[in-house]
């Protein structure tokens, strides 16, 4: 049995049963099938009416799906009623763009061989889809992860963070509630030896991976030949900052990007370079804000932070954050365990570059300001890395953002707004270590689906 504990008391919210690999055997089998069988193919407006039902479902549930990922992720309750929030606006966006997963002509005639020929390309599901997901949005991943799959018309078995399954299993009773079919979107609670049974398995067409890059890119080392995948990992979330940024605008920013979710956001804000001449400013200032916040219980309507996920994750971000103070950052607020599952938001100043927090994604409540003196230089080390998801740059010089978003190594770069910024219709992914693939609601249905040509001859052509 799985026992899901509270990340914040460690107290036993729910057990369930493991899931073995005759569990997981019979899971492929079934979407297999299901998906060989294309009388069993769901239409596309079926689909449109049950993603609609789902909607209405889930308006009703707002406060008690909100509950139930405070409970188990430990996200403030402010924060996880946003997710849920975000979660039905995604199913929206995906009952909406089933009716753009659309081929087009290709043009003939072109040539002496290619007359009395039409062509159009037409978009078929992908096939299986195994989805493997992270436990800091317990719900609206499995959206990002499931509800795309049914929309492009793929059977999907998701596997949930073992440590936040409740809000997986919830999404699941909701769909089958409003009419998907038990067959078409299998869960299976099961350890990660098994899950990577799953994920290389043959039968699947699509994996769909977020976690750890090591995991994540060791898994498609071993996936089956023709199995395409999105890997979403994390990245170190740089941010520049000119002399002339408002601070009135960056600082509220930066206290929310680096601290929301106690910092476990693959997108978290975490290295601040600050030109040196408001460097002690911002550094200060940020850290006077970041000693504000409420630490404690999600399910209290005041905090604003909650615990990290599991008791070892405090004992990592204690370890990394005093080598960094032992070898030189200077600890401006925190730098303190408050319990065994919380830690206090803390703000170093100018860590070594050698030390783990400048070096690793920390995925904890830590800020790290670099003071920097040519701007050019400060993007070369946020470059440095080889993590590039996400990044950020505030200035008021439109010439300084432009040149300073085409020269960060990122996906996605943000004007004066911080590097957690996203909203599930835009493209989002990581680009080398940090992932592959595009995610965004109907991105992740585009590649759920491929694409067939049809080329007619006729001699009325």
């Known amino acids: 049995m799985l026992k899901v504990l509270s990340p914040y008391d460690q107290t036993l919210i729910k057990e369930i049963p493991l899931d073995g690999i005759a569990e997981v055997e019979k899971a492929l089998t079934t979407a297999y099938r299901l998906f060989q069988n294309q009388e069993k193919w769901i239409p596309a407006h079926e689909r449109i009416a049950v993603l609609e039902k789902v909607v209405g479902i889930m308006q009703e549930r707002i406060e008690e799906l909100a509950q139930l990922a405070a409970q188990e992720g430990g996200k403030p309750l402010v924060d996880s009623r946003v997710e849920v929030v975000r979660a039905i606006n995604g199913v929206k966006i995906a009952a909406e763009q089933i009716g753009q997963l659309k081929g087009s002509q290709i043009p003939m005639g072109l040539t002496k061989t290619s007359e009395n020929r039409i062509a159009f390309t037409t978009r078929e599901p992908i096939g299986v889809v195994a989805s493997i997901s992270a436990f800091n949005h317990p719900l609206n991943l499995i959206i990002h992860q499931v509800i795309t799959a049914f929309a492009a018309g793929c059977p999907v078995i998701i596997k949930p963070a073992l440590t936040t399954p409740l809000s997986c299993l919830a999404l699941i009773a909701i769909l089958k509630e409003a009419g998907v079919q038990e067959d078409w979107c ?8 098994i899950a990577e049974k799953l994920a290389t398995d043959k039968r699947v067409n699509y994996l769909s991976f977020i976690g750890s890059a090591k995991v994540g890119w060791y898994l498609k080392s071993k996936l089956s030949v023709g199995t395409s995948c999105a890997l979403e990992h994390g ?42 001449s408001i460097c002690n400013e911002v550094a200060n200032q940020l850290a006077e804000l970041a000693n504000k916040l409420m630490v404690g219980n999600p399910m209290d309507e005041k905090t604003e932070v909650g615990p990290l996920i599991l008791p070892k994750e405090v004992d990592r971000i204690e370890g990394w954050v005093n080598e960094a103070i032992d070898s030189g950052a200077e600890l401006l607020c925190g730098g303190k365990r408050i319990s065994d599952t919380c830690y206090e938001p803390t703000v170093l100043l100018n860590p070594p570059a050698k030390a783990k927090v400048s070096t690793m994604e920390i995925f904890g409540p830590i800020v790290c300001v670099y003071s920097y003196t040519e701007r050019r230089e400060a993007i070369k080390l946020a470059n440095s890395l080889d993590v590039h998801f996400q990044a950020a740059v505030f200035t008021k010089d439109l010439d300084v953002a432009l040149d300073t978003v085409k020269r960060l190594n990122a996906a996605a770069v943000m004007v004066n707004d911080h590097t957690a910024f996203r909203v599930d219709w835009m493209p989002f992914g990581g680009r080398d270590a940090s992932g592959i693939g595009v995610g965004g609601i109907q991105y992740s249905m585009h590649e759920m689906t491929r694409v067939k040509l049809m080329v007619i001859k006729s001699a009325v052509l």
Not at 242 to 265: N, R, S
Request: charged residues 20%.
């Open 235 to 276: 990245g170190a979330a740089p941010v520049i900052v000119e002399k002339d940024a408002e601070f009135d605008v960056m600082l509220p920013a930066l206290l929310k990007g680096g601290f929301y979710h106690a910092g476990q956001v693959c997108v978290s804000v975490q290295k601040v370079f600050v030109h040196e």
């Open 186 to 193: 299998q869960v299976v609670i099961c350890e990660d030896e």
